[in-house]
């Protein structure tokens, strides 16, 4: 399986739409300056709606173990977040004359701070300009970005692509990243602090669900309570609001998730009450432009109560 998400930086603005994608890593640092002022918002954003968050340094290919200790330093990661080393150069950045040897040293004084390894960003150019056999026996993944409708190419000498940059755009307004495996692997490559093969609580599962594993568990619950569910009057965003809702009322009546965009767009905090009431008004709104006939057989009055219900036992289950 694989999972959707993105990379920003400060070309991007400090709040975006991070809809349908699971995470997000952000620029953080170029040499030993932050290169992104808005970083801090983008991030705490993306954590606000549940995203797996990763944070990447562009080298200016100064001292490697400076950089790494600064990238360190304002990344400010928390555990779960992974962490990249975007392998490129630009014109105020040309090369070293040793890149592999420089990204090793980056990647060793990384790993000394973080307790992890870097996933390694780099273009097909690159990975055939020198032999990165010491770097990827580190053992980060490689992301590999490749503007194609085919996939990417060899992952030569890393084992295999562990993300695939697909396009320059993206609903953030970033690039576009396909990883390949669920949360629970992308957690993997993260910070120490969250452990995907423990069992996991209620919202544990949750958090670490992928995309289509929400909507299967929100499609099934609704099609056990409105058998007739062609029409269901809202959109399938609008009941994984519902059910990231459902897994953060507990313990507490609040949740940290927008309301729908078309509910008036905007962030902030919640009550599960305020995403039923909409759900409720998106169901009547689209009830008052059906036919009589429609009507007729339209949906039970109750029906987001009896999606939440449904949603409750489902999810207490995994």
Request: some cysteine.
């Amino acid at each position: 399986m694989s999972i959707l998400g993105a990379d920003v930086s400060g070309w991007q603005g400090p709040v975006l739409d991070y809809s349908g994608l699971d995470f997000v890593y952000v620029k953080i640092t170029q040499g030993t300056y932050v290169a992104n002022p808005n970083h801090d918002a983008q991030v705490a954003h993306a954590r606000e709606l549940g995203l797996i968050v990763g944070h990447y340094h562009f080298p200016a290919w100064g001292d490697p173990r400076a950089e790494a200790q600064a990238f360190w330093a304002a990344a400010r990661a928390q555990p779960g977040d992974f962490l990249v080393l975007d392998i490129e150069n630009s014109v105020y950045t040309p090369w070293p004359a040793d890149p592999v040897t420089w990204c090793c040293a980056f990647e060793d004084e990384l790993k000394s701070l973080s307790g992890i390894w870097a996933m390694d960003y780099a273009g097909p150019n690159v990975r055939a300009g020198w032999d990165w056999s010491p770097l990827a026996a580190r053992g980060g993944g490689l992301i590999d970005p490749e503007y194609n409708p085919v996939g990417p190419g060899s992952p030569v000498p890393w084992a295999a692509v562990a993300m695939w940059q697909n396009a320059d755009t993206n609903i953030s307004g970033g690039d576009s990243d396909i990883f390949y495996g669920d949360r629970a692997t992308l957690l993997r490559y993260g910070i120490p602090g969250i452990t995907p093969d423990s069992t996991p609580t209620v919202k544990d599962w949750f958090d670490m669900a992928s995309a289509d594993d929400l909507r299967a568990v929100v499609r099934e619950a609704i099609q056990e309570q409105w058998p007739d569910a062609e029409g269901v009057p809202t959109s399938l965003k609008d009941l994984t609001f519902i059910t990231r809702s459902l897994v953060h009322d507990v313990p507490n009546q609040t949740m940290k998730y927008p309301v729908p965009r078309s509910a008036g767009g905007g962030g902030g905090t919640t009550s599960l009450g305020g995403v039923v009431a909409y759900f409720d008004q998106s169901r009547n709104d689209t009830i008052a432009a059906m036919s009589a006939a429609e009507i007729a057989s339209a949906v039970p009055a109750n029906l987001a109560q009896q999606v939440i219900d449904a949603l409750a036992a489902k999810l207490a289950t995994k």
